[in-house]
């Protein structure tokens, strides 16, 4: 079992930077994956980036490429998303997940066996 606590979400203007930070807890954090998911109101939750289980490789949706970091530390057991250049578009609930299963990182939400509760990021214009 995995135990997942997101926070740092919030409201921030266009062009602002946020730092979301999730916190796992049960099995031993550096023997899974881990990802980012968001879901905006009345669309699919779609994958945002993901990370290996040593830090090693990370993945990222095109539309957050070059704006968004995801990093993990095994020692606090703690997956964060370091947002930059919000748009309005970046507006959703966001979700950490852990993916228990695979040796490489995954899009598809499937993959993911554990969620939390997700965090709100709002961007405003």
């Known amino acids: 079992q995995v135990q997942l606590v997101e926070s740092g979400g919030g409201l921030v203007q266009a062009g602002g930077s946020l730092r979301l930070s999730c916190a796992a807890s049960?099995?031993?954090?550096?023997?899974?994956?881990m990802g980012w998911f968001r879901q905006a109101p009345g669309k699919e939750r779609e994958f945002v980036a993901a990370?290996?289980?040593?830090?090693?490789?990370?993945d990222y949706a095109d539309s957050v490429k070059g704006r968004f970091t995801i990093s993990r530390d095994n020692v606090k057991n703690t997956v964060y998303l370091q947002m930059n250049s919000l748009k309005p578009e970046d507006t959703a609930v966001y979700y950490c997940?852990?993916?228990?299963?695979?040796?490489?990182?995954?899009?598809?939400?499937?993959?993911?066996?554990?969620w939390g509760q997700g965090t709100q990021v709002t961007v405003s214009s």
């Open positions: 049960g099995r031993t954090f550096s023997s899974y994956a």
């Open positions: 997940a852990a993916d228990v299963t695979s040796w490489s990182t995954k899009r598809g939400r499937y993959e993911y066996a554990y």
């Open positions: 990370v290996s289980r040593s830090g090693g490789n990370t």
